[in-house]
Each structure stands twice: as structure tokens, then as C-alpha cells.
């Protein structure tokens, strides 16, 4: 099949039966608000790919620590956040020069909100956002545990974990109390101390026991089925501060996305150019589809707090399927949205909701620049009514 031809097929399942029409609760650390998120005709966003290049000094240039300019050992993962900073000042702009005057030691690659796209920090660079320290770079190990499925069931038992009801060779993150530079005790994992103080009467050296200490993050463990028929691990450790059992490489193996939720944004179209970022940048380091990751999977945090509240989460991963798959297909190919419809935008954005229910209608032409072969695809959607 030609590419036209998949692409086609593709616009075809993207197309939305019924457009998202929401009201979501956005989380901001000065004030929470509601906003009728209106969505798209299509999961795939029919809107150009922009990036402002914003490259933040490096430390030895400034006075700033958030830039060290070390090299990643390899990029493992793209991180999604959103800033919970819902003042109607807190835009991309706004946290691209955040983050160029030192971002109070936190950096982070792109800020992403409907006001564009900006870049901080060079894809191949470590940055400070995903809250997993510097302590562990990214590896895998061998489980011992051979499968055929590739997202098995990950517990702990007794210490270890165990993969698909089976004990693998792998114990669970030790987590202790140290003797921090403050004279105070912290929590430690495997020897890695955290900022976060024991509790009273914790004793050095001693086992932390608690309730939490056994509790996966939600997005769950890291886990490869091997070319060999093994089940490899990446490292994890427990996040303290959160109380989850979290997974390394966050801030050392992955790109960070910060995405907007200012009042007055619009949300969708956030969502929908991060999805496309998403996908520049699974395409340009070689990542499939679940290398994207909440920042939530690195520390148990949660972030994006919007999205996941919202239970939009897979709604974004099914964006970045679609403008994935597309961009892989695209070199060559000219996409052109046509619509007369008065309820959307020109790349299919819903911008007014009628009264009653509606359907729009709207074709895709998809063409091959060097044969200039087309395909013209004619596709509708309904919006419900207010
Ligand atoms: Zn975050």
C-alpha cells in the first residue's frame, strides 16, 4: 500500500465519531477553575509544527545551576508535566524565561501551551524535572523470568518482585532512614538519601516498613520482554516525598515536557500540540509509543494533575498514536483539512458549540508532492448541542 493510501486509512480512524466536549476542573497551585474543554473533529491535529528555539545559558555562561550541558547517556523516555500554575500570566513564554533566569534550579526541555512551543534545553541534554535525582542512570537488568506477553503483571512480595506471579531475581528498593548534611535523618532508597525527613523517632540505618512502601506508582514498572525471552527491569526506587515505588531515569534518560493550564488557554489545543512535539520527538530518538511517560512514573507525583484528573490521559496517548504513525508516513506528503463548517477552525478545532446537535462535515487531501498522486477523503462528525 502506498503511503497516501495508509495515511488515508489513518485520518479515517482518527476522525472522532463525536467530538470531546468536557467540562474539566484545572489545578493550579494559586486557584483551581473550570473550563468547557471543546475537541476536534479528528485525533489528529491539522495544525502546523512549531518550535520557537528559547536555549536557556548554559551554567558556566551564567549564574544559573539548571543547565549543566551533561550529555545523556541515552534518551529512555518524553516525559509529560503540566505547570499547575493556573494564573492567566503563567503561558509558554512566561516559563521559557523561567527557566533561561535559572528556573530556581529546575529546567525542562519544551513548554508547550496553545501560546506555542518553546525549547529550553537540547534533546541530548540532562535537565531537572522529573523528581528521581541524578543518583541512577538508566539500565536494564535481567529478572530471571521468561514470558511471551509485554506487559506482564508486576508485584512485590516478601522483598522481591515478581513478574507474572513469579519471584524474579530482583529485590524490591530498600528503603531506609540516613544521617543527612543537615545533621537531620531523611528517607533513603537503596542508599540514596532523599530530602524528605524521617518521621519522629526513626532511628539511623534502620528499615522503613510502612504501609506505602510496597505501593507502585500507577503507570507501573519499566519492564522489556528481551530479544532472549527474558523480562528485563529498568532501575526503581521509592519516592519518599510521594510514598510510591517510582522508576529511574527521569531526569537523567528522558526529554521533559511542561505543559500550560493558565486561565484563558486553551487546554485542547495544548493537548494537541504536545501530541504532535510528542511525536516529533519519539520519531528523531527511535521511541515507540510507551516511552511516553506522566511524570507521575518517576516519582508518584501527581502530574500532569489536569489531564489525570480529567481521565484525558488516554485521550492525549491516542493524539500521539495518531500523529505518530502519520509523521512516520509523511515525508513527501502534502495533508490539507477542507472544511466550510462555521463550528471549527481551519485545522478542525471546535470553536463555537451549536445549540443542538450538529454534524460537520469536512474532507482530508492527501498528496504525494513527487507523483502528485491525491487521495480525497470525505469524513463527518457529530457535536452535541449545548
Ligand atoms: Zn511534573
Given at each position: 500500500m502506498k503511503n497516501i493510501e495508509k495515511i488515508a486509512n489513518l485520518l479515517k480512524e482518527a476522525n472522532e465519531k463525536k467530538v470531546i466536549v468536557q467540562d474539566v476542573e484545572v489545578f493550579g497551585y494559586q486557584f483551581n477553575y473550570n473550563v468547557k474543554v471543546l475537541g476536534s473533529v479528528s485525533k489528529y491535529w491539522f495544525g502546523k509544527h512549531e518550535v520557537i528555539e528559547y536555549i536557556a545559558p548554559l551554567n558556566s555562561e551564567s549564574n544559573n545551576d539548571n543547565r549543566p550541558g551533561t550529555k545523556k547517556t541515552s534518551t529512555q523516555y518524553v516525559v509529560v508535566h503540566d505547570t499547575a500554575s493556573a494564573a492567566e500570566t503563567a503561558n509558554s513564554l512566561a516559563h521559557a524565561k523561567y527557566v533561561s533566569n535559572g528556573g530556581g534550579g529546575t529546567s525542562w526541555h519544551y513548554s508547550s501551551g496553545s501560546d506555542g512551543i518553546y525549547h529550553q534545553i537540547p534533546d541530548d541534554e540532562v535537565a531537572y524535572?522529573?523528581?528521581?535525582?541524578?543518583?541512577v542512570p538508566f539500565s536494564l537488568t535481567n529478572t530471571g523470568i521468561k514470558g511471551k506477553i509485554t506487559n506482564p503483571k508486576v508485584e512485590i512480595k516478601n522483598g522481591y518482585y515478581y513478574i507474572n506471579d513469579e519471584k524474579s531475581l530482583i529485590k524490591s528498593p530498600k528503603i531506609t532512614f540516613m544521617l543527612g548534611e543537615d545533621k537531620n535523618l531523611h528517607y533513603a532508597s537503596d542508599g540514596f538519601i532523599q530530602s524528605r525527613k524521617a518521621p519522629e523517632g526513626a532511628k539511623e540505618g534502620e528499615e522503613f516498613l510502612g504501609d506505602n512502601s510496597r505501593r507502585i506508582n500507577e503507570q507501573g514498572i519499566r519492564i522489556d520482554l528481551g530479544e532472549d525471552g527474558y523480562y528485563y527491569m529498568g532501575p526503581t526506587y521509592y519516592n519518599a516525598g510521594f510514598g510510591y515505588i517510582s522508576n529511574r531515569?527521569?531526569?537523567?534518560?528522558s526529554i521533559g515536557i511542561e505543559t500550560m493550564v493558565n486561565k484563558g488557554s486553551d487546554l485542547y489545543l495544548t493537548w494537541q500540540k504536545t501530541a504532535k512535539l510528542v511525536a516529533h520527538l519519539l520519531k528523531d530518538n527511535n521511541l515507540?509509543?510507551?516511552?511516553?511517560?506522566?511524570?507521575h512514573f518517576f516519582s508518584g507525583k501527581d502530574c500532569p494533575e489536569t489531564m489525570r484528573h480529567a481521565k484525558l490521559w488516554d485521550n492525549f496517548i491516542e493524539l500521539v498514536k495518531f500523529e505518530y504513525e502519520i509523521l512516520l508516513l509523511s515525508d513527501g506528503v502534502e495533508i490539507e483539512f477542507i472544511s466550510?463548517?462555521?463550528?471549527?477552525?481551519k485545522t478542525g478545532r471546535v470553536i463555537t458549540l451549536p445549540s443542538s446537535d450538529t454534524v460537520i462535515d469536512y474532507s482530508v487531501v492527501i498528496k504525494d508532492i513527487n507523483t502528485k498522486e491525491e487521495i480525497k477523503v470525505d469524513l463527518k462528525t457529530v457535536v452535541e448541542g449545548e
Open positions: 524535572h522529573a523528581g528521581d535525582a541524578l543518583v531515569g527521569g531526569n537523567l534518560n515507540n509509543l510507551d516511552r511516553v511517560k506522566q511524570h466550510n463548517s462555521n463550528l471549527i477552525d
